[in-house]
Nanobody, 123 residues
Framework: QVQLVESGGGLVQAGDSLRLSCAASGRTDRNYAMGWFRQVPGKQREFVAAISWDGSTTPYADSVKGRFTVSRDNTKTTVYLQMDSLKPEDTAVYYC????????????????WGRGTQVTVSS
């Protein structure tokens, strides 16, 4: 089992930056890929970004390419999502997820999930 806890959400203005963190605990000895998803009430959860265990593969959703950057610190078992040039349409609850393969996350699935952190971008 892997437990994931997100932090760093908040209320910002359009154009601002925010960095989300996701701390993993439990069976972190496994080489999990990690990823970020977001969900707006009434809509399906959507894939945002993912990163492989070794950091060599980092797929992004088209809507965030060039603005968001995913990274990880395996010594601290933490994954980050740096969000720049935020837009009001980025407003959502952001979830962290873990899976065996990066492709699994990019396909919208995960084995373990955090409880989410709210990001609100005002215009």
């Amino acid at each position: 089992q892997v437990q994931l806890v997100e932090s760093g959400g908040g209320l910002v203005q359009a154009g601002d930056s925010l960095r989300l963190s996701c701390a993993a605990s439990g069976r972190t000895d496994r080489n999990y890929a990690m990823g970020w998803f977001r969900q707006v009430p009434g809509k399906q959860r959507e894939f945002v970004a993912a990163i492989s265990w070794d950091g060599s593969t980092t797929p992004y959703a088209d809507s965030v390419k060039g603005r968001f950057t995913v990274s990880r610190d395996n010594t601290k078992t933490t994954v980050y999502l740096q969000m720049d040039s935020l837009k009001p349409e980025d407003t959502a609850v952001y979830y962290c997820a873990a899976a065996t393969f990066t492709s699994t996350l990019a396909a919208g699935r995960g084995n373990y999930w955090g409880r989410g952190t709210q990001v609100t971008v005002s215009s």
